[in-house]
């Protein structure tokens, strides 16, 4: 099984800056593979803001693609978003998202989530 512990959110202002850091701690033997980070806004389904695999290949969702980054330490079993130039559409709920196998299987773990909140 896998854990997340999620750690970053707030208010901050159009313009402003936030980081999100996802700590991940696994038991029985799980590896961890894909990390990434995902937003929920009010009424609206999760969508992916950025992801990275374990060899550091990155995808990130079109509207943020240089704005965020996403960075991870495989060592650490840790995924930070580094968020910048942020705009009140980036408003949501931010769920850590780790991806593990075992027994050739693959599973998918969730934070709890954060919030965020980018005011105009």
């Known amino acids: 099984q896998v854990q997340l512990v999620e750690s970053g959110g707030g208010l901050v202002q159009a313009g402003g800056s936030l980081r999100l850091s996802c700590a991940a701690s696994e038991r029985n033997m799980f590896s961890i593979n894909d990390m990434g980070w995902y937003r929920q806004a009010p009424g609206q389904q999760r969508e992916l803001v950025a992801r990275s695999t374990r060899d550091g290949?990155?995808?990130?969702?079109?509207?943020?693609?240089?704005?965020?980054?996403?960075?991870?330490?495989?060592?650490?079993?840790?995924?930070?978003?580094?968020?910048n130039r942020l705009a009140p559409e980036d408003t949501g709920v931010y769920y850590c998202l780790a991806q593990a196998t075992k027994w050739g299987l693959s599973f998918d773990y969730w934070g709890q989530g954060t919030q965020v909140t980018v005011s105009s």
Do not use: C, E, P, W
Not at 57 to 83: C, E, H, P, W
């Open 57 to 83: 290949s990155t995808n990130y969702r079109g509207r943020v693609k240089g704005r965020f980054t996403i960075s991870r330490d495989n060592a650490k079993n840790t995924v930070d978003l580094q968020m």
